[in-house]
């Protein structure tokens, strides 16, 4: 069985920071394809940023502000969010898959508000 809970969203203004975390149980961060995910609102759901053995890939949107990694040892995964935009208020959601990176993830987490202010 999969969980995902995400925890470290909240209120910042722009140009702020936040780290988000996700507990991971039942994924294995050497297999499996993990990703961050956000919706704003009235908008699709779409990836940010996603990490399995190989490296990380980041939306055009984020690159070079967010930063995904992983703790091995407490099975937490982090997006580090610096430079915050208000386009980037969503919910942000953790993701996974188990093996190779796809289009589609099958677990996701409830997700986590994230608001920027101007």
């Known amino acids: 069985q999969v969980d995902l809970e995400e925890s470290g969203g909240g209120a910042v203004q722009a140009g702020g920071s936040l780290r988000l975390s996700c507990t991971t149980s039942?994924?294995?961060?050497?297999?499996?394809?993990m990703a961050w995910l956000r919706q704003a609102p009235g908008k699709e759901r779409h990836e940010v940023a996603r990490?399995?053995?190989?490296?990380?890939v980041y939306s055009s949107s984020v690159q070079g502000r967010f930063r995904i990694s992983h703790d091995d040892g407490s099975n937490i995964l982090y997006l580090q969010m610096n430079n915050l935009k208000p386009e980037d208020t969503a919910v942000y959601y953790c993701?996974?898959?188990?093996?190779?990176?796809?289009?589609?993830?099958?677990?996701r987490g409830q997700g986590t508000q994230v608001t920027v202010s101007s």
């Open positions: 993701a996974a898959k188990k093996g190779r990176c796809g289009s589609t993830y099958t677990y």
């Open positions: 990490i399995r053995t190989g490296g990380a």
């Open positions: 039942g994924v294995t961060f050497s297999d499996d394809c």
